[in-house]
DNA sequence: CTGAATCCCTTAGGATACTG
DNA sequence: CAGTATCCTAAGGGATTCAG
């Protein structure tokens, strides 16, 4: 089906949006690449289904590569392709303008909490 | 309530997604300011009852700021914040990395199509 | 170990009508 | 003109169980 956007900001934002996408793009930018458990293990909370469905989508939207090992027990590792090491510099300006706009919120009254995980996302890449 | 973010880019996203947010913010970019029915015209298919929710929500992320006029009949005119005017170059790249991303997509056989109301944003500031 | 199949719930967004 | 109040639905996530 085709999909159609207004502004391509919003194809951007459908790609990278979802609830654990930043983090996984940010790990497997780290990593350079990561088996499913490892991943799972690096995003606590997040359940078996939803992880493969967030990485399926990624997948389908050609930023994360899945590479299935014929193996007994399984094993399948992902990694960024191209076009999602291509998000690097968006990830990172994305993450310097939260870490500022914390500040400035939490200055102004508000309450916001950042662990970073990463702090800029891809440091190893 | 205290907001709680593992990733910086989380909060960032939280700020800008939202089915009209990007061509709000681009909007307001370019023009500087502009009234509720101004901004409603520039978003064909937007309810009054969406538009005001997503303006309030930019108003309480701080990248939206609203002034009334005690005027009969009412008059409302939106601007970017500092904050939000600071979005330009993420916006800008995400902007840049849509278009790129669907050229190639398309070239991949997906079909994706953009009309880009604003092809990078914030052209006039 | 990785992932598919169910079932459920919250919420963003839309349609519509009403008010100052 | 700008905004609020209702009502409704579609979809993203979550919990859990089963399978190769």
Redesign the interface.
């Given at each position: 089906?085709?999909?159609?956007?207004?502004?391509?900001?919003?194809?951007?934002?459908d790609?990278?949006?979802g609830k654990w996408k930043?983090?996984i793009l940010?790990h497997l930018g780290e990593h350079k690449t990561l088996r499913t458990g490892e991943l799972r293990r690096m995003l606590p909370g997040i359940s078996q289904r939803v992880l493969t469905k967030q990485l399926r989508e990624l997948e389908e939207d050609?930023v994360v590569s899945r590479q299935v090992f014929g193996e007994v027990p399984p094993r399948v590792e992902y990694s960024l392709t191209e076009?999602g090491r291509?998000?690097r510099?968006?990830?990172i300006?994305?993450?310097?303008?939260?870490?500022?706009?914390?500040q400035?919120?939490n200055q102004?009254g508000?309450?916001?909490?950042?662990?970073?995980?990463?702090?800029s996302?891809f440091e190893k890449m």
């Open positions: 089906m085709k999909k159609i956007y207004d502004f391509a900001i919003d194809l951007t934002l790609v990278i949006s930043p983090a940010c050609g076009e291509s998000l510099e968006i990830l300006s994305m993450s310097d303008w939260g870490n500022r706009h914390a400035r919120e102004a508000q309450e916001i909490e950042i662990h970073n995980g990463s702090k996302g």
